[in-house]
C-alpha cells in the first residue's frame, strides 16, 4: 500500500510529458520538500513501482502493474 505522498509522485510521473523530471520538479509539483520526495520515491523503488539507474539522473521509469 502506498502513501498519499507515494501516491501523488506516481499520479505526477504517470501524466508528466517529456523528459523525466529531476526531484526537486517532482518535489515542487506534490509540494512537499527534496528529501521527503526522494524517501517517497525510495520506497516506491523497494515496492517496483519506478525504476532508475543511480548513475544516470533524470531516468525515473514507471513500472506498470496490469
Do not use: D
Not at 523530471?21 to 520515491?41: C, N, Q, Y
Request: hydrophobic share 40%; glycine share 6%; proline share 2%.
Amino acid at each position: 500500500m502506498a502513501s498519499v505522498v507515494q501516491f501523488q509522485i506516481y499520479q505526477y510521473l504517470a501524466n508528466h510529458k517529456g523528459a523525466s523530471p529531476t526531484v526537486r520538479e517532482i518535489s515542487s509539483a506534490v509540494g512537499r520538500s527534496a528529501s521527503t520526495t526522494h524517501k517517497a520515491l525510495e520506497k516506491l523503488k523497494e515496492k517496483g513501482f519506478v525504476t532508475w539507474e543511480a548513475s544516470r539522473g533524470r531516468i525515473i521509469k514507471l513500472v506498470y502493474h496490469a
